[in-house]
């Protein structure tokens, strides 16, 4: 076989394997649902990061808050706690259930204003960028940040779209 041919089914090889990847995640979008999660933005501070923010995702408990967590999760004065839970999305939210040790996603716990129970994802998510946006961060000054994901069946949510919510009212980020 001449090295032009080989150099074309290569070619052809890698082509495959990047679309068939391109097609499992539009398949996702459809099959997996979709939901909106309250997101904090942060910098992780890399000096060879590229173009990506990480975003903290805020979950919902599918329960009351003390069932299924480990003992001082939501006590009082302590310290927040970390436990691992499966996500899932209903009613247009990010919701997570506790699941067995090593299983499904690391959930953070701790009590907030007013003895509320909180919850937020340990891994961030990344949400890349094109090379000369402007910083998300910077232009949901004054809402909230938030971020569309599909909620797979096992692993995180895998970001979509930003958007800016102030008030009741979702916008979109158009981030060129």
Same mark, same amino acid.
Not at 66 to 93: C, R, S, Y
Not at 115 to 140: D, S
């Given at each position: 076989?001449?090295?032009? #041919?080989?150099?074309? $089914?290569?070619?052809?090889?890698?082509?495959?394997?990047?679309?068939? %990847?391109? +097609?499992?995640?539009?398949?996702?979008?459809? #099959?997996?649902?979709?939901? @909106?999660?309250?997101?904090?933005?942060?910098?992780?501070? %890399?000096? $060879? #990061?590229?173009?990506?923010?990480?975003?903290?995702?805020?979950?919902?408990?599918?329960?009351?808050?003390?069932?299924?967590?480990?003992?001082?999760? $939501?006590?009082?004065?302590?310290?927040?706690?970390?436990?691992?839970?499966? %996500?899932?999305?209903?009613?247009?939210?990010?919701?997570?259930?506790?699941?067995?040790?090593?299983?499904?996603?690391?959930?953070?716990?701790?009590?907030? *204003?007013?003895?509320?129970?909180?919850? +937020? %994802?340990?891994?961030?998510?990344?949400?890349?960028?094109?090379?000369?946006?402007?910083? *998300? @961060?910077?232009?949901?000054?004054?809402?909230?940040? @938030?971020?569309?994901?599909?909620?797979? +069946?096992?692993?995180?949510?895998?970001?979509?779209?930003? +958007?800016?919510?102030?008030?009741?009212?979702?916008? *979109?980020?158009?981030?060129?």
């Amino acid at each position: 076989m001449s090295p032009s #041919r080989k150099g074309i $089914i290569l070619a052809l090889l890698q082509l495959a394997i990047v679309t068939s %990847l391109a +097609a499992k995640y539009v398949i996702d979008r459809a #099959r997996f649902p979709r939901v @909106w999660a309250r997101a904090t933005a942060y910098d992780p501070n %890399l000096p $060879i #990061r590229g173009r990506y923010i990480s975003l903290q995702l805020q979950v919902n408990h599918a329960e009351p808050p003390a069932k299924g967590l480990p003992a001082g999760v $939501i006590a009082e004065h302590k310290i927040p706690n970390m436990f691992w839970g499966t %996500l899932d999305g209903k009613n247009g939210q990010l919701i997570v259930t506790v699941a067995p040790e090593n299983q499904g996603v690391q959930v953070l716990g701790w009590t907030g *204003p007013n003895k509320q129970a909180q919850y +937020a %994802l340990m891994t961030p998510v990344l949400f890349f960028l094109p090379e000369h946006a402007q910083n *998300p @961060w910077q232009r949901a000054q004054g809402g909230e940040l @938030w971020v569309e994901v599909t909620v797979p +069946a096992n692993g995180p949510p895998r970001p979509i779209r930003l +958007a800016v919510k102030k008030g009741d009212t979702f916008t *979109p980020l158009e981030i060129k």
